[in-house]
């Protein structure tokens, strides 16, 4: 893989009239990068296949493809990826923005074709013929681990203080995962906050460190189903968000065992499903 993108390619530079106080003025500004990233992957022997073009932000682009092909149930774990390679840089301006995921074992192209990946920065995957071909069969979540009120309450502060590309664009979402007593494990920032938590999850991924199990999942937007479902696939028991959730996120989140937390801001924050993980007592 190559080397992470320069700062101008995640936070690039343009001049802007700022209006303020009735005064305008000209200045530089930084806008979230935002460019599209070809997935593909083949099994040995197989010439490579189109999954998806995804709208992301420069930077992670091997963690961005594990983990698409992992939350969206087409490899098992590390041990399915046998290489991961961009495009040639003799022949491409941007070579990250081409990803192979060469595979340990044959792919059939027929299930590929059939899910109609269709992915943006603003929604994720979009597109599917039905809720059933969104769904990935998750192997069930222990019990553990149980956190604290003030746990939870430190970790909007703990994560928008590890945005470095945020401090620039003010425009970018990020995925962060944390232990059960709030020490920040590592942090992916995007555009789009489904690819975060894709990055996220493919760190961990190609760490050799799934199932997530002990940890804490916090994302910097809304909680929507698809994130849910991505958290429940890497094994992640709490999902936290800084917004709300969709009525469909805490249906799945309750479906698959995923505490999840919502409005989580300030000095409060709601529990919408499998509250038992966290220790709030009842009311």
Same mark, same amino acid.
């Given at each position: 893989m190559t080397d992470q993108p320069s700062l101008d390619r995640q936070a690039t530079r343009v001049r802007v009239i700022a209006w303020r106080a009735g005064v305008p003025h000209e200045r530089e500004d930084r806008l979230a990068g935002e460019e599209p990233m070809a997935i593909r992957a083949c099994g040995p022997g197989q010439d490579p296949?189109?999954?998806?073009? *995804?709208?992301r932000t420069p930077g992670h682009e091997a963690e961005l493809a594990a983990g698409f092909l992992l939350t969206e149930g087409l490899v098992a774990g590390r041990e399915d990826i046998a290489a991961i390679e961009v495009a040639d840089p003799a022949t491409s301006a941007n070579p990250d923005d081409e990803v192979l995921v060469r595979l340990c074992a044959p792919m059939d192209p027929d299930g590929v074709a059939t899910r109609n990946f269709?992915?943006?920065?603003?929604?994720?995957?979009?597109?599917?013929?039905?809720?059933?071909?969104?769904?990935?069969?998750?192997?069930?979540?222990p019990d553990g681990p149980v956190v604290a009120p003030q746990t939870l309450l430190a970790l909007p502060d703990l994560l928008r203080?590890?945005?470095?590309?945020?401090?620039? *664009?003010?425009?970018?979402?990020?995925a962060g995962l944390f232990t059960p007593d709030g020490t920040l494990v590592a942090l992916r920032e995007d555009v789009g906050r489904?690819?975060?938590l894709d990055k996220l999850v493919g760190s961990r991924l190609l760490a050799g460190e799934l199932p997530l199990h002990d940890?804490?999942?916090?994302?910097?937007?809304?909680?929507?189903?698809?994130l849910v479902q991505k958290a429940a696939v890497a094994g992640i028991p709490v999902l936290a968000a800084v917004s709300a959730p969709s009525d469909l996120a805490v249906e799945a989140a309750g479906r698959l065992g995923v505490t999840l937390v919502g409005f989580l801001r300030g000095d409060g924050f709601n529990v919408y499903a499998r509250p038992d993980r966290v220790s709030v007592g009842r009311a």
């Amino acid at each position: 893989m190559t080397d992470q993108p320069s700062l101008d390619r995640q936070a690039t530079r343009v001049r802007v009239i700022a209006w303020r106080a009735g005064v305008p003025h000209e200045r530089e500004d930084r806008l979230a990068g935002e460019e599209p990233m070809a997935i593909r992957a083949c099994g040995p022997g197989q010439d490579p296949i189109d999954i998806a073009v *995804t709208m992301r932000t420069p930077g992670h682009e091997a963690e961005l493809a594990a983990g698409f092909l992992l939350t969206e149930g087409l490899v098992a774990g590390r041990e399915d990826i046998a290489a991961i390679e961009v495009a040639d840089p003799a022949t491409s301006a941007n070579p990250d923005d081409e990803v192979l995921v060469r595979l340990c074992a044959p792919m059939d192209p027929d299930g590929v074709a059939t899910r109609n990946f269709v992915a943006t920065a603003s929604c994720g995957i979009c597109g599917k013929a039905s809720l059933d071909q969104v769904q990935v069969r998750c192997a069930p979540i222990p019990d553990g681990p149980v956190v604290a009120p003030q746990t939870l309450l430190a970790l909007p502060d703990l994560l928008r203080a590890g945005q470095a590309v945020f401090g620039f *664009t003010g425009g970018l979402h990020a995925a962060g995962l944390f232990t059960p007593d709030g020490t920040l494990v590592a942090l992916r920032e995007d555009v789009g906050r489904h690819n975060a938590l894709d990055k996220l999850v493919g760190s961990r991924l190609l760490a050799g460190e799934l199932p997530l199990h002990d940890r804490i999942l916090l994302v910097s937007g809304r909680a929507s189903f698809e994130l849910v479902q991505k958290a429940a696939v890497a094994g992640i028991p709490v999902l936290a968000a800084v917004s709300a959730p969709s009525d469909l996120a805490v249906e799945a989140a309750g479906r698959l065992g995923v505490t999840l937390v919502g409005f989580l801001r300030g000095d409060g924050f709601n529990v919408y499903a499998r509250p038992d993980r966290v220790s709030v007592g009842r009311a």
